[in-house]
């Protein structure tokens, strides 16, 4: 029996529904990804002065690579047993893990059946889309 895999995901979290046969399974990621620019412990943003911000900003930029190759990682670590893969969301994450899949050869570029845009959605949308997906 194949082991069907969808994954709604955007910066923030990963829904992942595994569908083998009548059973299903749902896991969801939280990302950890820093998404403001502006930490509580920096001060006044405007008291900063030549490369003193850029640094930063640089550290910001490294630490949020960081996080997200560490939740890509971890949605890896999930589908690498999946025999057909569907991935959906709305954000640019989609394509990051279709790009880290790709290059890092997780499953052969036939299982991977699908990547769509689609706004934000519950989780019982998620398994419908899925399950929709899956008997067409």
Known sequence: MKRQTGIWIDSSKAIIVCLDGKKESI???DSDIENKSHHNREGNKGTFSGNHHNANETQLSNRKKEQTNYFMDFIIDYIKKSDELYVFGPAGAKTQLKKRIQEERIITPDKLKGI???DKMTVNQIVAKVRDFYTQ
């Open 27 to 29: 896991t969801e990621i």
């Open 116 to 118: 769509d845009t689609s």
